[in-house]
């Protein structure tokens, strides 16, 4: 079983940025991809980015492509996501996800969220 736990949610003004960190319990943290996926209100759920299990590839969702960058520390369990250059658009409830099929949004664990929230 994993279990994830989020941080550094919080409210910003366009163009400014935030740092998610997501940690991870259990020993197998380095053996399965990670990734972020966001949900804004009355929107459906949206691929935001994924990283492997080594952290040499990463994958990221048009609409953040260029802003965002993950990362990964595996001897810290935790994976982190770096969102630069902020949008009222990417106002939304970032989710840390493990493991399964995560651009696709079908990971096999899933946090409890965090809210980011992009004043303009």
């Known amino acids: 079983q994993v279990q994830l736990v989020e941080s550094g949610g919080g409210l910003v003004q366009a163009g400014g940025s935030l740092r998610l960190s997501c940690a991870a319990s259990g020993r197998t943290f380095s053996s399965y991809d990670m990734g972020w996926i966001r949900q804004a209100p009355g929107k459906e759920r949206e691929f935001v980015a994924r990283?492997?299990?080594?952290?040499?590839?990463?994958s990221y969702a048009d609409s953040v492509k260029g802003r965002f960058t993950i990362s990964r520390d595996n001897a810290k369990n935790t994976v982190y996501l770096q969102m630069n250059s902020l949008k009222p658009e990417d106002t939304a409830v970032y989710y840390c996800a493990a493991s399964g099929t995560i651009a696709t949004m079908r990971p096999d664990y899933w946090g409890q969220g965090t809210q980011v929230t992009v004043s303009s």
């Open positions: 990283i492997s299990w080594s952290g040499r590839g990463t």
